[in-house]
């Protein structure tokens, strides 16, 4: 190579490097001022920003050493400010407020310290709620850094012993990436580039599967095989697999930020913090959803699709769709970082070839001629039977809707709206027409789908029953006068239970919908748990004094139907 050729490669890396820096700010977080909220190893299981289902992941596992009851501790100064009681999602969760503008959470918890726990025990019996979102006084529960704060556990939506961390802005409540905040966790590892993928947007990526090409890594650079991608389009874009690793772990952990440039031109990147829990949905439209939810990889767009706003992008001179409209070869650049700023470079060029004439895919028997909706407007849908409307901001790219009346032998009819691989960002109103059923305030809107059931009250509107859903699938439309059932665990009439440390309860219901459930002992209300939604479990404590009691347990579905259960027991 000669001289003129290696200054002309120096000038372009100067000029990307200088460029790329301004994409996106410098982050101005405080550094070292949280400590590791867990008394453990310094180790993730996962990261802010990993690809989950329907959502971005929020904040940071901490590992707990693969066991529960480790300590938990505040991160810095400063008092508890909410504490979150749920089946589902965090389970038992602590916030904390510090003086400098920022609330850590932790959450998947068992006990909370004693007097914490003595306080939330006080106002789940005065709320007779075991499931509480509960504000406490600033002045109330002052804590320090290190201070002891929870043990650690496994509640909620957890699937092992972790502890979920987060940083969020008081103010906004948008949720921060704690590894810009520097925690002492080494990094030195370049993320890893998996593959690339690429669309023809001339058409909806709904309805097309991307042309996959793999990578070959040579002197730390990624490039595509065969190095000059021919794609028969004029319009392109790309999407990535990649994944990063930390210093001494094995974990795929999430990346950071990706930047696409196009002949040296910055055209768009995406980056991962300052996430509000109103936005993380979005995550279905940085991915590939038709590809992931038919059992393909995840893939991050290195587009902006039509109906996403920036959200975690930034659209620098275009919003990631590449035109082709010359001939010539254009040299295409991803860099790919960490939170720690270790890169990774994706390098290929992609020129135009055959066009070929569009067509649209082939699709399957229906009786309704597939209509076209598009994002950024309302989309109806009606005829005699079945009636909804999609929101303005309900589409992220456009489909021709699909839509099928299925007769079964027996039931009601099963109307087929679209199907799963395209994702909604918000909720759409659905009406079914029925003049039959005999219990029109018994009657359950059914939504089914690859062995996924969702069930809902339906609300009668002069024979058109109505209920909310966020995504498409099947829907019928049953008549529940089942009650739930109530099962006791271990547990039987006119037991003496002096060597049980607990009482537990199955709920087995036709809609799995259960909107109440309510025990009281001798007259008063009696608070059990129901972590994960399985089973309802009271442990033995000074509210079941020894001698003879009488348990009453009530059991509600969504439409009504009610069993009550009296057992006796001696303690």
């Avoid at 499931?131 to 043990?151: H, M, S, T």
């Avoid at 082709?324 to 860099?335: F, M, P, R, S, T």
């Avoid at 409307?389 to 009819?413: C, V």
């Avoid at 748990?529 to 509600?556: Q, R």
């Amino acid at each position: 190579m000669n001289v003129q050729k290696v200054g002309t490669l120096l000038y372009f890396s100067l000029l990307f490097n200088s460029v790329t820096a301004q994409v996106f700010p410098e982050k101005n977080y405080p550094q070292h001022y949280f400590q590791w909220p867990v008394i453990a190893k310094h180790a993730l299981a996962a990261n802010f920003g990993e690809l989950r289902p329907n959502h971005y992941h929020m904040g940071l596992d901490c590992k707990t050493d693969q066991r529960e009851n480790v300590t938990v501790v505040a991160a810095a100064d400063g008092y508890i400010a909410k504490v979150k009681i749920e089946p589902y999602g965090f389970g038992r969760c602590i916030y904390i407020n510090h003086t400098n503008g920022y609330t850590t959470l932790y959450a998947h918890l068992n006990d909370f310290y004693p007097a914490l726990e003595k306080y939330i025990t006080e106002q789940q019996y005065k709320l007779q709620s075991w499931r509480v979102f509960i504000d406490i006084p600033a002045d109330l529960f002052l804590v320090k850094k290190g201070q002891f704060i929870a043990y650690s556990g496994n509640t909620g939506g957890s699937q092992g012993p972790h502890t979920h961390f987060e940083i969020r802005n008081t103010a906004t409540d948008k949720v921060l990436n704690p590894l810009l905040f520097g925690f002492d966790l080494p990094d030195n590892i370049p993320p890893d580039i998996l593959r690339l993928a690429v669309y023809d947007r001339n058409i909806s990526t709904y309805e097309q599967s991307p042309k996959f090409y793999p990578l070959k890594k040579v002197n730390g650079m990624y490039t595509t095989v065969p190095a000059v991608i021919t794609s028969n389009t004029d319009k392109v874009s790309f999407a990535i697999t990649a994944y990063d690793r930390y210093t001494g772990s094995t974990n795929k952990n999430g990346i950071y930020q990706a930047i696409l440039s196009d002949n040296y031109k910055e055209v768009i990147g995406f980056e991962l913090d300052n996430i509000s829990y109103d936005e993380t949905r979005y995550l279905n439209a940085h991915i590939d959803y038709r590809l992931r939810s038919t059992g393909g990889p995840y893939v991050q767009h290195l587009s902006r699709l039509p109906g996403y706003p920036q959200g975690i992008y930034k659209d620098v001179s275009g919003n990631g769709v590449i035109n082709l409209h010359d001939n010539a070869v254009h040299q295409i650049k991803v860099e790919v970082k960490d939170a720690n700023g270790n890169t990774s470079f994706l390098k290929f060029a992609v020129q135009r070839g055959f066009m070929q004439q569009q067509k649209n895919m082939p699709l399957p028997f229906a009786v309704y001629q597939p209509k076209e909706f598009n994002p950024g407007f309302i989309n109806v849908f009606e005829n005699d039977k079945v009636s909804f409307y999609l929101p303005e901001i309900s589409l992220y790219d456009s489909i021709r809707f699909k839509f099928n009346e299925i007769i079964p032998a027996t039931g009601f009819p099963v109307y087929q709206l679209h199907n799963i691989t395209v994702p909604l960002q918000t909720m759409f109103v659905l009406k079914i027409k029925n003049t039959v059923t005999a219990f029109p305030d018994k009657i359950v809107m059914h939504r089914f789908a690859n062995g996924k059931n969702d069930y809902a009250k339906a609300f009668n509107e002069n024979n058109w029953f109505k209920v909310n859903f966020r995504e498409f699938g099947n829907f019928q439309l049953m008549e529940d006068t089942l009650p739930p059932t109530i099962k006791p665990i271990g547990f039987k009439e006119g037991m003496r239970v002096g060597k049980l440390n607990r009482l537990a309860f199955v709920i087995i219901d036709n809609t799995e919908e259960i909107t109440n459930f309510n025990a009281e002992l001798d007259g008063k209300w009696l608070r059990f748990s129901n972590d994960k939604g399985k089973i309802f479990i009271y442990k033995f404590d000074a509210h079941c004094p020894a001698g003879n009691h009488e348990l009453k347990i009530t059991a509600t579905d969504c439409v009504g139907n009610t069993t009550l259960k009296t057992y006796h027991f001696t303690r």
